[in-house]
């Protein structure tokens, strides 16, 4: 099969790729472009380690084409810190353990800022549990996730006031 | 996975001719296709990528009062649209029930009907399996099938249809547009679906390179929105295909029901429209004992295909629950757990 052209911006970089129809955005991230921080976990849309943002929606990016999202925007968790000053979901992450291993923590990570996004969950830890089902933490960290989803969120909204205000 | 060729067509004709040729597959949110490629359960010759069709992303009220629902209408933007749940509360609560977020954001309205069985020797290409390769008959048969169907199940396949989305959908009188080489047509997603009789491989109603286009809702669908819900009962809490589900609405005046819709999801083939149970429901008293009566109309006809007699009596539970839910109203709010037997109750924990 020969390659395709595309064009993704990732992380506000644009890429002008040539593509296997067959790439998954998974495998063009890590494989391609070096973005490693995005994990393979099953490959199959069951554990949530690849989650990244497209168009500002979570997608599990193991079962997204790459060519069928030509001119999409990429977000991957490369591109959430501002320098070296961690995005409060990342910090949160870490005051509140949300992690073992580490290597769901992108995808959790990812995967929160969809969740924050969306709006749905609220400061309610039912809900964010709900939201976060996509996320298989197999240390189990999940009490340290749904503290850190807690807190990150109300930060973000106090944030979002000021703003406004 | 296979080579394929990949096609990005910019009209509804296009699609249709390049899928009309042997070996074509279209591509929506990918979901359930890339996992089904990726194991080659399916092995496309030819990817028709239909993910940008402009006409199909579109919820519209229809004249007269019924909705139509594109078919790539996301199956999160679908239940987030405020309009939408209030109108079809159940149908919101199945899709939020379905799937993890993430899956959510890309799977369509189209190819959640089009979904395949996770029966998984449907998936094992080791195993024989009649949906996937017909004659070669079926491994579930004496098999691991405690999760299997009750309902409509043949000696060829005792497979069940996955999907939430499609179990309230069926009990709404749901219709099916479908586009193809002859023009547009209208099936009933009860009869989209089809039992597996001797022919399992035949799922649906589609001929090669027809093309869901939409999902209608009558006008009578939302006149349920009062009192309707979706339960649904799993495995784990979350991210988990149905063992049972139902779907419940009502319309209930003076405790008399005057309008009754029952559905039930992971015991067949299909989405299972209880109609038997719906003619016990109508008129009767909205009661815990009318409700269980229903309850055995829709499960007078089902027996286990193995290791699964516990289903039959688990839906007789599941329906008559659903109907209760239903009963006491539609909540204001789709609760934490959306569909879930488990507490409600906002930031409690569902295993307190």
């Known amino acids: 099969m020969t390659s395709l052209p595309i064009t993704l911006t990732i992380n506000g970089h644009k890429h002008e790729l040539e593509v296997d129809p067959r790439v998954t955005l998974l495998d063009l991230l890590r494989e391609r472009l070096d973005l490693t921080g995005t994990k393979k976990g099953c490959d199959r849309g069951q554990c949530g380690a690849c989650t990244v943002l497209v168009d500002g929606k979570r997608i599990n990016s193991c079962l997204a084409l790459a060519v069928s999202h030509d001119g999409a925007q990429v977000l991957t968790i490369e591109g959430v810190a501002h320098g070296e000053e961690l995005h409060p979901v990342q910090a949160a992450f870490i005051a509140h353990d949300g992690f073992q291993c580490g290597f769901c923590t992108p995808g959790q990570i990812m995967s929160t800022l969809g969740l924050i996004a969306e709006g749905q969950a609220g400061d309610d830890p039912e809900r964010i549990r709900e939201g976060l089902s996509g996320n298989i933490c197999r240390c189990a960290a999940y009490g340290g996730i749904v503290e850190a989803v807690l807190e990150a969120q109300q930060q973000l909204v106090k944030a979002d006031r000021r703003t406004a205000a | 996975m296979r080579d394929f060729d990949y096609i990005r067509p910019a009209t509804i004709p296009d699609a ?14 990918g979901t359930n296709l890339l996992d089904l490629m990726k194991g080659g359960i399916t092995s496309p010759e030819r990817i028709v990528d239909i993910s940008r069709l402009p006409e199909l992303n579109r919820i519209e009220r229809l004249d007269g009062g019924g909705l139509r629902i594109g078919a790539l209408v996301r199956n999160a933007d679908l239940a987030h649209d405020p309009a939408f749940a ?3 509360p159940a149908v919101a609560e199945a899709l939020l029930s379905g799937a993890s977020a993430q899956l959510r954001n890309a799977a369509t309205v189209g190819g959640n009907l089009l979904q395949r069985t ?11 399996c009649n949906r996937r390769q017909p004659g070669a008959g079926c491994d579930a048969l004496g098999g691991e099938n405690r999760l299997h169907a009750v309902l409509g199940w043949s000696d060829a396949c005792i497979a069940t249809h ?6 309230p959908l069926v009990a709404l009188d749901a219709v ?3 586009e193809g080489k002859k023009g547009r047509r209208h099936v009933t997603l009860e009869e989209f679906h089809r039992l597996p009789g001797e022919t399992p ?8 390179g027809d093309l869901i286009v939409a999902v209608r809702l009558p006008a009578e669908a939302a006149s349920f ?14 991210y988990a295909f149905a063992v049972v589900s139902a779907a419940a609405a009502l319309v209930v005046d003076g405790g008399k029901i005057r309008a009754a819709r029952l559905a039930l999801g992971g015991v067949a083939a299909k989405p299972w429209r209880a109609r038997t149970a719906e003619a016990v429901l109508l008129g009767a008293d909205a009661s815990e004992a009318t409700f269980a009566s229903a309850a055995d109309a829709a499960l007078a006809d089902a027996s286990p295909s193995g290791d699964n007699a516990f289903k039959i009596e688990l839906a007789r539970r599941i329906v008559v629950r659903a109907l209760m839910s239903a009963l006491s109203g539609t909540p204001e709010r789709l609760p934490a757990l959306p569909a879930s037997p488990f507490s409600n109750i906002p930031g409690a924990r569902h295993d307190a």
Do not use: H, M, W
């Open chain 2, 118 to 128: 996770r029966c998984s020797y449907f998936y094992d290409t080791a195993s024989a």
């Open chain 2, 201 to 208: 491989q035949r799922e649906n109603a589609l001929e090669p």
């Open chain 2, 176 to 178: 099916v547009e479908i």
């Open chain 2, 162 to 167: 996955p999907s939430d989305f499609c179990v």
């Open chain 2, 225 to 238: 929105s009062a009192n309707a819900r979706y339960l649904k009962v799993r495995e784990r809490t979350s």
């Open chain 2, 86 to 88: 209030k109108s079809y």
């Open chain 2, 16 to 29: 249709i001719a390049a899928a009309a040729e042997p070996g074509s597959a279209y591509l929506a949110g």
